[in-house]
């Protein structure tokens, strides 16, 4: 309840702008769907949208603020898919109603996810950086393995399970509606006590356990909700197809959700809606535009796309244009740019601060002793 | 008992080729301290390279061949290799090590891309110079597989001596352990990781040619799979320990060739190789071979 | 700048789903009115598809794609069907099932009419769900798993079936051999499909048969399947012809000389080996044979490698007896009117293709369909 009356208390448009423009976004969409205004190809590509940026944020979770490296995401969404749809299946049979049938599914995939996420979570307690990335990716291809070894009779192995192809409108509604409640669960929970600790893990894990935060609880208790709302996609997933099979779900499209999160900026959840919006548009785009003969430079033009994006954003010898290009750039608001100068840069630093960040490269000029130590962490 | 002679070889040079790759990776973390997700592409790039010498080039015997198959390789690989680190990597030292993976990524797909663009995406058979079998015990096994254990092992140990006796390989191991130290000691530390590029490079040539020996075709997602089970062998040895990339390495190759030899566990050969990489991280977390640090507070 | 960021992503955003609102309105302009600048009426039948055309499976979507342009190209040279042109589009699906979704909606948004559907089997199940739906008329050139046709009374295919194959080839062999040896890949829906209807057959006969496998992710290295296999008379590959040209040349490599017999996924392994070095007997059941003497066939050859530069394969000549399936249904049906919608025509060529006497003679063979989808006809063995 205490929680509750919090959330209350500090309300701030500021803080609930996210929700507003999903909402704003979503009655436009019906309205504008109603009207007949959105074409097919845009129905589904807000399908895939919304289901790609739960996905996202939900990862972010992890590599933002429990800073952890996980590359086993699309295998969450494989368990997901494959039992929340088996699920659905059985019961189109006991129930008539669609929609119904489809939240119980998703709450079963959620929940198949969670202890999968649960299990992910004890090797990250012993392990750190990127032993356990591979740790992550090599359970998703194990969960894909197994999926595809199954007989025919229960998820379809090779051939893949059929699924209920849900219908454009209702589904995208379902799907933005989801994203808007795990936006609101997200954001809750970081901004709430335990979203402290879970930083604090993340900023020097040391340092939270001596101040008496339990490590073992929350790390296995953020792995195990970021699976829940990947299971959660999975199953939206499996129901804008007619089918679900293993191989949408390698360690590639891990890869790719965390291309999302890292585009759209470490630690911010608007970013990764964002960014995961956009590359399933410029995929589509792609797709779409070059079909035919030119489909063949697609993969390296988005390639170039992605290397140029990270490189302007993140190439400390651009910094200077970056900032004269910046809208909101600190030194332009405030009037005496020495003042916040250095320390405005490390503290800017701290939310993007993940244990793959103690790696010291060669130029950091900065090696202060706080630095050092969390560089040995990783190596613990 | 011939079966089992076959299986243990197979695995072996299957796993010499792993050792190779990982070896890039392992140098690669150790100095740079990122994972270069486009070491397997780099493969992809030298299997072409030696497409290309093997279908056009006719010289004198298969031996020559190859000799200048893998001698274009190991120059192009290599340039390939530098040129990345110049243009992709090198901008963002001092950034944030994702954003480093996420370029890698870009440039992996890119490698992709681009081969499809010049070759198609269907895979093309080469026609490996013919060395012919010999006989080991009661098993037939061909010469290039035991080129490729000879060589695979020779090139480990010239890099380990390398490593350990050149000024250059203590400058690696100099860079590796304290970048900043090695920097006030007059290491040029840009230099060390370029030629740690070109190093793990060259060494992904050979494994490109070892490759073809078991597997005659070339496609642009050939270098994938290998790159992520030579990361996990990389892994498995303690990520940073040139004698665990070996190790891992050969573990991960006779991992697979038993598996795919046993019908029962042939189709679940990845979940088991995956799935022991787990276990021996879940006892070791540190890997097999890796560094035990203590931890300052 | 993090904020720069999202206010340019905003803004990006912003453009972007703007573009996309007016690119749709536009596109379906011009369609209207690049064909009206001849005539009142649109005069054109637009014929989608979605395949492989990047990634390891594009050889399939591109031979198909090429194939079926060559039909359209002969097709509207000779003036169309009465007075009305066909036009082809097929758009990448990397032989993903979201991809092909992904690649229908888009194709319905530009006015698709009638379709070839998928070129793979995983995608085409995603497009056969979704044409399900809006009921429109497909027919897949290649696409051979059982649950492709089971969607909807619209969905027809060209190839053979899977489950057919591989009981053919359990006949074939059981008759033939003694010890019998099958690699076959248990994550391909091609593969299982074939494999599993061939055991199904090899246990009605009460043949026992070695059984080796392997995966997408190990999809390269074939040394240990084959010196398993290495004492049987002959090797059965429910496979692509990429695998195959591995597996032939990893017998020979290990001097294993058991014959090789494959299904018609197969067709294009002659490319993948070089005969001197891979003595084995290859032979796989086909419905087209490149070198066949066939009018017909050899004029298709001919323009296939003037244009394209290589051999077409079976799959290039599945598309273009797909395009001609939907132009003599159409023609027995008797649709004059290029503005039918996808609906309409595919009632109409349901009931055309379907019909008593319809047969369609191909490059792969004469062909029937009947109400399941499945088609009809007589399989040859190739031998190299």
Redesign the interface.
């Known amino acids: 309840m205490q929680y509750i009356k919090n959330i209350k208390q500090s309300f701030k448009l500021k803080n609930n702008i996210n929700y507003f423009v999903l909402i704003a976004l979503l009655a436009v969409l019906i309205i504008a769907d109603q009207f007949g ?1 959105l ?7 807000i399908i ?1 949208m919304g289901y790609s940026a739960i996905l996202a944020v939900s990862l972010n979770l992890v ?1 933002g603020f429990l800073g952890e ?1 996980s590359l086993g995401h699309a295998g969450f969404m494989c368990a997901g898919a494959y039992i929340g749809c088996f699920f659905a299946n059985y019961m189109y049979g006991v129930i008539d109603n669609k929609i119904l049938v489809l939240v119980l599914a998703m709450i079963v995939g959620g929940l198949v996810a969670t202890v999968l996420g649960f299990i992910v979570g004890l ?1 990250a307690l ?3 950086g ?2 356990l ?3 992550t ?3 998703g ?2 969960i894909r ?2 999926f ?2 199954t007989s ?1 009779e229960t998820f379809g ?4 399970m ?1 699924t209920k ?1 849900f ?1 454009g409108t209702t589904l995208f509604i379902i799907t933005l509606i989801t994203l808007t409640i795990v936006l609101f669960l997200c954001q809750s929970l970081i901004r709430s006590k335990h979203g402290r600790a879970i930083t604090a893990i993340r900023d020097n894990e ?2 939270a356990k001596s101040m008496g935060i339990n490590v073992t609880y929350y790390k296995l208790f953020v792995f195990a909700l970021a699976a829940c709302f990947a299971g959660v996609a999975g199953v939206l ?1 499996g129901h ?9 779900f390698t ?2 499209y891990s ?1 790719e959700i ?2 999302m999160v ?5 630690g ?1 959840m ?2 990764s809606i ?2 995961a ?2 590359i399933v ?1 410029i995929n ?2 792609l ?2 535009n ?4 030119m ?10 796309i ?2 140029i994006v ?2 302007f ?7 200077k244009v ?2 004269k ?5 600190p030194a332009k608001k405030n009037k005496n740019p020495e003042t916040i100068h250095d320390d405005e840069v490390d503290w ?1 630093r701290v939310p ?1 601060k ?1 244990p ?2 103690e ?6 000029p900065n ?1 202060d002793e706080a630095e050092s ?1 969390t560089a ?2 990783g ?2 | 008992m011939s079966t089992i002679i076959s299986v243990l070889i197979n695995g072996l040079s299957l796993g010499a080729i792993y050792a190779l790759i990982a070896l890039g990776y392992t140098m690669v973390y150790g100095i740079a301290k990122m994972l270069n997700f486009a070491h397997g592409d780099i493969i992809m790039v030298g299997s072409y390279t030696i497409f290309i010498t093997v279908m056009n080039l006719n010289i004198g015997g298969p031996v020559l061949t190859l000799v200048a198959a893998i001698l274009f390789s190991v120059i192009v690989c290599t340039v390939f290799g530098v040129t990345i680190e110049k243009i992709a990597y090198k901008p963002l030292r001092g950034a944030s090590p994702l954003a480093v993976l996420i370029t890698a990524i870009g440039v992996s797909y890119f490698l992709q891309g681009s081969s499809q663009l010049l070759f198609g995406a269907r895979a093309l058979p080469i026609t490996m110079p013919n060395l012919g079998n010999i006989d080991i015990g009661a098993a037939k096994v061909s010469v290039g597989t035991v080129v490729t254990l000879v060589v695979g092992i020779i090139l480990m140990v010239a890099l380990t001596v390398f490593i350990k006796n050149t000024r250059t390989g203590k400058a690696m191991v100099a860079v590796s352990e304290d970048k900043g130290a090695a920097q006030l000691m007059g290491i040029n530390v840009n230099k060390i990781i370029m030629i740690t590029f070109a190093i793990g490079s060259a060494l992904a040539a050979f494994a490109a040619l070892f490759y073809l020996f078991g597997i005659p075709a070339v496609n642009p997602t050939l270098g994938s799979m290998p790159g992520i089970k030579a990361f996990a062998a990389a892994v498995i040895g303690g990520i940073g320990s040139i004698p665990g990339a070996m190790l891992g390495g050969i573990l991960m190759g006779l991992i697979e060739s038993i598996c795919k030899s046993i019908p029962a566990l042939s189709s679940y050969t990845l979940a088991i190789e995956f799935g022991i990489l787990i276990l021996i991280l879940l006892i070791r977390p540190i890997g097999l071979l890796g560094k035990k640090r203590r931890v300052k507070v | 700048m993090k904020k720069f960021m999202k206010v340019a992503a905003l803004v990006l955003v912003a453009t972007l789903v703007l573009g996309c609102f007016t690119a749709c309105g536009t596109k379906a302009d011009n369609d209207d009115g690049g064909n009206n600048a001849n005539t009142d009426a649109k005069k054109e039948i637009f014929i989608g598809a979605t395949g492989p055309l990047t990634g390891d499976a594009s050889s399939y979507g591109i031979s198909v794609k090429n194939g079926a342009e060559i039909a359209i190209a002969e097709i509207n040279a000779a003036g169309g069907l009465n007075g009305i042109t066909f036009k082809f589009e097929m758009k990448d699906d990397k032989a993903a099932a979201a991809d092909a979704a992904t690649a229908y909606d888009a194709l319905m948004d530009e006015g698709m009419q009638v379709s070839l559907g998928s070129v793979t089997s995983g995608s085409c199940e995603a497009f056969a769900g979704a044409a399900q739906e809006d009921n429109l008329f497909f027919i897949t050139p290649s696409a051979s798993a059982a649950k492709v046709i089971s969607y909807g009374s619209n969905s027809f295919r060209v190839c053979f079936g899977d489950p057919d194959q591989g009981t053919l080839a359990a006949q074939k062999l059981v008759a033939k051999y003694k010890n019998i040896g099958c690699i076959y890949d248990t994550s391909d829906p091609y593969s299982t499909g074939i494999y599993d209807a061939f055991k199904a057959e090899m246990d009605k006969s009460g043949t026992t048969f070695e059984v080796r496998t392997f995966d997408a992710d190990n999809k390269k290295d074939f040394s240990a399947q084959v010196d398993a296999l290495k004492d049987c008379d002959v090797i059965f590959l429910p496979i692509y012809y990429t695998e195959a040209g591995l597996i032939a040349n990893a017998c020979a490599s290990k001097g294993v000389t058991a014959a090789l017999f494959g299904c018609d996924g197969l067709d294009g392994v002659a490319e993948q080996i070089d005969k001197a070095v891979v003595t084995n007997d290859i032979s796989y059941i086909t419905p087209f044979d490149v070198n066949s003497t066939d009018a017909k066939v050899s004029a298709f050859v001919a323009t296939y490698e003037e244009k394209y530069g290589e051999k077409p394969d079976q799959f290039a000549a599945d598309g273009y007896d797909a395009v001609y399936a939907i132009f003599e249904g159409m023609k027995a049906a008797g649709i004059d009117d290029a503005n039918i919608s996808a609906s309409d025509l595919s009632d109409a060529l349901q009931v055309a293709i379907t019909a008593e006497g319809f047969v369609l003679k191909g490059l792969t063979g004469e062909m029937t369909w009947d109400a399941s989808g499945a088609c009809t006809k007589v399989p040859v063995i190739v031998e190299l």
């Open positions: 205004l074409g097919r190809s845009l129905t589904g590509l895939k590599v490296l090797p012993r392990l750190k990127d032993y990335a591979i740790v990716l090599a359970f291809e194990i393995n197994i595809n070894n025919s192995g090779a051939m893949g059929s192809k219908e040391i340092a997933y804008s197809l007619s089918t679900v099979r293993q191989d949408a360690y590639n890869i965390l291309v890292v585009l759209g900026g470490i911010s608007r970013g964002i960014s919006s956009l548009y589509a785009l797709q779409n070059l079909s035919g003969d489909a063949e430079i697609k993969q390296a033009v988005y390639a170039i992605l290397i990270v490189i954003n993140n190439a400390p010898a651009l910094k970056k900032d290009l910046s809208v909101s750039n800017r993007t993940i793959m960040d790696v010291l490269t060669a130029n950091l090696n130590d040995e962490k190596d613990k």
